[in-house]
């Protein structure tokens, strides 16, 4: 009898599935005859020429796009792009260019160290007037990055107006496979303190982490900053590869699950470690994601790092690349990552989250408990929550608009053009800023404070409900008090934007890594991350 129930209960389950795939299959082939249906009748009736390529893309874009964020078609013309962001790798010159009128001048606003550009004698300030023949006037900045970048080892010819001398020269320069590093700096903080800011998880970064380590190390490193803030991740392996630096071999990182049974990877340390014991400080912000949150997760699970900043994107989705037809790619997602307690590093859902796209506020009885190697308690719910909270400065709207609209790069570049040369520790003195200030005062940018903007959209809704009049006395007082010149504006908020403008100018001259010292010398996060107690594990 009992054998009876099972072999029906087995066959249920069985017909059930089956009809679930036939189900499944079904609507699959009925979606697919209904495209095609579609596209066939609008090539034969539309009214117009059907812009096939152009409603085709469309159309796929905005399948992926109701799945996740991060599924999305590659096409064939595309691939470039697709290399640039899974290896910062293309084949051009190595240069940063601004092209602020499309009836002007490509201007070169910064070459690469080691460069194409840099060998061959191109600085910030030159301008571009052809590129192999072909005149910039006319062209957009795209157009111009276009055909500056090709495969290694060809030849692409500039005619190039020189910055100081105004002495107009032709230059053939020989393309590279240019690499943009992910380990942008390590140095040392103080004489025991080691830092390093490590921006992206692309292919063999870990090398460059582990060859960071040991040159600290070997100046007297007894403590390592780990800065991931803002870096948006990249490959797993080598994600695994730095966890495997700082913990025992054999130690488990991540596991990735997808919707098939067994579909379970797990992921553990292959090498020997290089230090297990030295104090490990991990910074993060709402812009670590993906594979800083696996690192920063790991360690924090077993209990090697003190996690400080705040809480990180919560990206904890695994995408792979599948190839389609005519050279075509598919970036689809397959599963989803936990840490080594079981936590997941998604958010819970995709609509919850903060204008930065940030994991939003998840009450806790929403999320749950999970425990690190030495019995801690973390919770789940989206992101790694730091063990310490450091928040980064709050910057005014001024400031934003003055760096989003251009206006400090744009002085840069006019600094460049009248000193040929600053020290590499610059900075900006009284009379620069005075320079400055004359310069973004002729400028057009909202510069606009935040109160002054929610008056103003307080006042459009006032004369919507037809209450403005009557308050008129009360508005105009309040505006009268709100609105500040822009020279007062700037004057008023002078140590917010200097740091900028001096790491504008300094990587113009002595190239990235200069600028991120300049950065270090504001930067009151990591200052005060540096006073909090690490945790004893």
């Known amino acids: 009898m009992e054998s009876r129930k099972l072999l029906a209960v087995s066959l249920a389950l069985a017909v059930s599935a089956a009809t679930f795939a036939q189900s499944t299959g079904f609507k699959l082939g009925k979606w697919t005859e209904i495209q095609n249906s579609i596209v066939k009748e609008l090539n034969r009736s539309y009214v117009d020429s059907l812009p096939l390529d152009r409603i085709s893309r469309a159309g796929i874009d905005a399948m992926l796009g109701s799945l ?34 499309k009836e002007g001048n490509v201007i070169i606003n910064e070459p690469y160290k080691n460069s194409p550009a840099e060998k061959y004698g191109i600085r910030c300030g030159d301008e571009i007037l052809e590129i192999d023949g072909q005149t910039t006037h006319g062209l957009t900045s795209q157009e111009c990055s ?73 100046q007297g490193m007894k403590k390592l900053v780990l800065d991931l803030r803002g870096n948006g991740g990249g490959l797993l392996s080598e994600a695994v590869n730095i966890v495997s630096f700082f913990v025992p071999k054999g130690s488990l990182v991540v596991s990735a699950k997808g919707r098939a049974e067994g579909s379970e990877t797990v992921y553990r340390t292959t090498t020997e470690p290089l230090d297990t014991e030295i104090p490990i400080i991990i910074l993060v912000n709402s812009g ?9 997760g790991a360690l924090q699970d077993l209990d090697r790092a003190t996690v400080m900043g705040t809480r990180t994107f919560g990206k904890g989705l695994v995408q792979s690349i599948r190839p389609l037809p005519y050279n075509g790619q598919l970036k689809v997602t397959t599963a989803k990552y936990y840490t080594p307690s079981g936590r997941c590093v998604q958010a819970i859902d995709y609509a919850n989250r903060n204008e930065d796209g940030s994991v939003g506020f998840i ?66 003195g009284d009379e620069d800023w005075k320079d400055f200030v004359e310069f973004a005062s002729k400028k057009d940018f909202d510069y606009r404070s935040s109160a002054k903007t929610l008056f103003d959209q307080m006042k459009k809704e006032l004369d919507r409900d037809g209450l403005s009049e009557s308050l008129k006395d009360q508005l105009d007082a309040m505006q009268k008090a ?56």
């Open 68 to 101: 996740d964020p991060y599924t999305v078609y590659i096409p064939e013309e595309e691939n470039e792009d697709l290399q640039m962001m899974i290896g910062k790798t293309y084949g051009g010159i190595g240069a940063v260019i601004y092209k602020p009128d």
């Open 363 to 428: 009450p806790d009885s929403l999320t749950h408990e999970f425990k690190t190697a030495h019995g801690r308690t973390v919770r789940d719910g989206g992101g790694i929550t730091p063990d310490v909270i450091v928040k980064s400065r709050e910057y005014s709207r001024l400031t934003y608009s003055v760096v989003y609209a251009g206006i400090v790069q744009d002085y840069a570049l006019e600094f460049v053009r009248n000193h040929q040369d600053v020290p590499e520790d610059f900075t900006l």
């Open 482 to 537: 709100l609105e500040m010149d822009k020279v007062t504006f700037l004057n008023l908020k002078k140590d917010e934007i200097v740091p900028f403008i001096e790491e504008e100018i300094v990587v113009r001259y002595h190239f990235q890594e200069a600028g991120i010292k300049v950065r270090l010398r504001y930067d009151d996060q990591l200052k005060e991350a540096l006073t909090k107690p690490l945790i004893n594990f």
């Open 146 to 218: 276009d055909k500056m970048r090709g495969k290694p080892g060809t030849t692409v010819k500039f005619k190039i107006r020189k910055v100081y001398s105004g002495e107009v020269v032709e230059v053939d320069v020989v393309r590279e496979r240019i690499k943009l590093p992910d380990v942008e700096y390590a140095g040392m903080l103080d004489a025991t303190t080691g830092y390093i800011y490590q921006s992206g998880f692309t292919e063999n970064v870990s090398a460059d982490v582990r060859a960071a380590f040991l040159k600290l190390k070997a």
């Open 288 to 296: 670590s994601a993906s594979s800083t949150e696996i690192v920063t």
